[in-house]
């Protein structure tokens, strides 16, 4: 919100001492936007670098007439025979909620129905084939033939001889592909990149350095306003055996919601998360568990007598934050939010609970019954559900929108669903060392007999699939408004980047520690 004041006023906009205002630098990328004798390729691949430098928000506008003039115009890409103005024309306009079919992209099939051999040497048109091919939908074939063929080819195509600016743009989609992305990372990511390219816009990088570095003090504002908050509710004290991950729990909630305009929506998450964590760690004995989930459904101060002594304060803590943000809703909203969020923990300690009873019974559930309960324990939902009134616009959260997040939406559950897959994938090691509860990973090598290798390999094509459920949900059949679709979207792509390589919350390692260091720490150095 901040940030849009700077914009506003008069002669705030210098940052770093740089002599070219904010203003103007915007003016430079909004004009490299509206040229109107560029053809459609230049066109389109400014407004993928804008995206991927992470300034989009600030044109929007512009952004939308250009792929509204590519989507009616979209015949003359249609016999075009430029791969990469096929393939970029497809994920702009797909992943911006225009209808586009992957027809678009038949004419990169030779007769024989295999694809043309002259893709084989293209690197940057596989690039931008493999990265269109991730926003498939189910049923959608062709999508899934052009991602198989752009892996293997990038790939094969990896040797010492590569240019190495190449060469790093192929190692990071093939490690996580653009629509994966958990968007300020890979903005981080991309500036750097884009500073060593040959032929980058000198201002519009200026622009984006700033930007970056202009959001970051909002997000180093955003936690200086939590971390007392957390201090002060003292729950390490009561509960010191548990983890305190406030900082990654941050991390984590500024990918659900990295847009300045929403810096309220990743206060509310790190804390709900940061309790979440804590909850998981303080369960105990399963009569401990039964009474926890019996005061969560009462909700109220005195159903805390009950509990034993060190699960009082974060049920406290629990109650009285979520009541919190009800308040804020009615205030502002004139909607009454506290049912919903409630509901929300009292699901949460029920698939908590339901957990435990597997354990201590020693059940063994099918994969089938694991995912059907670990969507919920993972947490996704709860998150989701305390953004929803800090993401939309006044008038948007209204009775009606509440009782719909109370049976959580399709969209809701697929990206939790995929929260469940990265977070299984980078703890099934040391759960299985520790004996906890098994994973999915777990379940589908005692059920099918597998390796550890096949198992795994299974979940990630069950992960492919799903990402599919969740574009046709978030891309083309979406009921909800386009800022909470993006934030849910958003919940899958940052599990995929805590999660890669390790656990990225509950034993954050070296990358992970780089990565919340450049995020709020290290600002990009502007030349003056």
Known sequence: MEIHRLQEKGGKEKKEGDPSSFDELKFHVRHL???QEVEPLPKLRVVDTVQRLGVAYHFDDEISAILNSVSTGRQDVDRMDDVRLMTLSFRLLRQNNYPVS????????????????????????????????????EGEYLLDEARVFST??????????????????????????????????????????YTRESRADLLLLHFAKLDFNNVQKLQQQELSRITPWWRNANLNESVPFA????????????????????????????????????????YGTLDELVMFT????????????????????????????????AEQVLRQEGCDARFLLKKAWHDLCKAFLMEAKWHYSNYKPTLHE??????????????LIHAFPMIEKKGVVTPNSIRQLESYPKLVQMVSKIFRLCNDSATHSEELKRGDAPSSIAIY????????????????????????????????????????????????????????GGDGISAPYDDRRLEIKELFLEPFKVEN
């Open 294 to 325: 019996d005061a969560i459904e009462r909700w109220e101060a005195s159903a805390s007598e009950q509990l034993p002594e060190y699960m009082k304060a974060i049920y406290l803590t629990i109650v009285s934050t979520s009541n919190e943000v």
């Open 445 to 500: 090598m005692s059920e099918n007999r597998a390796t550890e290798h096949d198992a795994r390999k299974a979940m990630r094509d069950l992960t492919m699939e799903t990402w599919k459920m969740v574009n046709q949900d978030a891309f083309s059949n979406c009921r909800f408004p386009l800022p909470f679709a993006n934030a849910c979207v958003n919940m899958a792509r940052i599990a995929h980047c805590i999660y890669r």
């Open 152 to 193: 293997e080819a990038l790939r094969g195509l990896i040797m010492p001889s590569m240019h190495p600016h190449l060469r790093s743009s192929v190692d990071n989609a093939l490690a996580v592909p653009l629509h994966w992305a958990a968007p300020r990372l890979q903005a981080r990511w991309f500036i750097n990149h």
């Open 243 to 282: 983890r305190d991950r406030l900082m990654e729990c941050f991390y984590f909630a500024t990918g659900v919601a990295p847009e300045p305009s929403l810096e309220a929506c990743p206060e509310v998450v790190a804390i709900t998360f940061a309790l979440i964590v804590l909850l998981d760690d303080i």
């Open 33 to 35: 936007l509206l040229q």
């Open 102 to 137: 992957q027809v678009l992209l038949r004419s990169l099939k030779d007769g024989s129905g295999n694809f043309k051999k002259m893709l084989q040497k293209d690197t940057q048109g596989l690039l931008s084939l493999y990265e269109a091919s991730h926003l498939a939908f």
């Open 370 to 383: 694991y995912l059907e309960n670990g969507w919920i324990p993972v947490s996704g939902p709860l998150m």
